[in-house]
């Protein structure tokens, strides 16, 4: 069984290049130049026969896409039919895809597969019980930029299929001023009017500074950043922080919130919360592939 969670049409894990990237990497780890022995071994080259990715645990679906990629990049004949769309729920025993083709390549292709299946759709999984435990507050759930070395592209989007959105990509692609730009600069003002120079020079990009205390929050305010992120406060804290005048400027509450407070998290009149978690702590969806 399995139900609609969201839209997901333009948020789906797209096979690009990038995909492409971790793909080919993922595999060229697992074969070596030998290739998988075992089924070299074991099974007939004329072989066929099907395959049926199962969920062992309730979650939402993502990766799909790149699942195929995988099999494909073994077998570009193997046929991927995708039972269980990204973004959408599976229940404990539901087959969430099927693959038809020449049996070696089902096995060869079958760990790195699930290998990265199973951690988008537990990213997606978790990321949307933060966005449920919010719901109603106008609150998104956002990620960071703690995610796996090359895998990047993967986990962020896997944070769209569970109803998040995302931060910034990388460190190119916007300011985020912390705690050592700030003293390496000589205070908040001085490093977000730096930002502003060089984005004078060198192209608009999005301003955004942690502040750990209301006197930091109200020096980011005057230097009028695009975003602030009210860093390691407690609710109380940033209630008092959303209290002061901040039109225009988004923020974003970040640090210490976890499941069973980011409700209270939410409530104070902020924009975003950050959670490390979604990505840096994957609980990888437990999935099977069983030859029929």
């Not at 004329?46 to 995988?70: M, T």
């Not at 099927?98 to 199973?118: F, M, P, S």
């Not at 951690?119 to 019980?129: D, M, P, Q, S, V």
């Amino acid at each position: 069984m399995s139900k609609k969670v969201k839209q997901v049409n333009t948020n789906e894990i797209n096979l690009n290049r990038v995909a492409k990237t971790i793909i080919r990497r993922a595999l060229r780890e697992d074969l070596g130049k030998r290739g998988d022995i075992t089924t070299r071994a074991t099974i007939p080259g004329d072989a066929k026969g099907e395959a049926v990715i199962i969920a062992r645990q309730d979650g939402i679906i993502a990766g799909q896409r790149i699942s195929e990629g995988v099999f494909k990049s073994v077998e570009s004949s193997l046929i991927y039919r995708i039972l269980v769309p990204d973004g959408e729920s599976a229940e404990q025993g539901a087959e969430i895809a099927r693959i038809k083709g020449k049996l070696w390549a089902i096995l060869v292709a079958e760990r790195t597969a699930l290998n990265i299946l199973g951690r988008c759709c537990g990213i997606a999984t978790l990321t949307n019980r933060f966005v449920k435990a919010v719901e109603g507050t106008g609150v998104k759930i956002t990620e960071t930029r703690k995610t796996a070395p090359g895998l990047r592209y993967i986990d962020k989007a896997s944070v769209l299929v569970g109803g998040g959105v995302n931060h910034r990509y990388a460190l190119h692609d916007a300011f985020l001023i912390k705690e050592n730009h700030i003293k390496g600069a000589g205070g908040i003002v001085e490093a977000i009017n730096a930002c502003k120079d060089f984005r004078a020079k060198w192209g608009r990009f999005r301003i955004m500074v942690e502040a750990t205390n209301m006197d930091e929050y109200k020096l980011a305010l005057s230097a009028k950043p695009e975003r602030i992120l009210l860093d390691n406060m407690t609710p109380d804290q940033l209630i008092n922080c959303t209290k002061v005048p901040h039109a225009g400027i988004e923020l974003e509450a970040t640090g210490g919130i976890n499941l069973d407070n980011v409700r209270s998290y939410a409530e104070t009149g902020v924009g975003f919360i950050s959670i490390g978690a979604l990505t840096h702590s994957v609980k990888v969806l437990d999935l099977t592939l069983l030859i029929g």
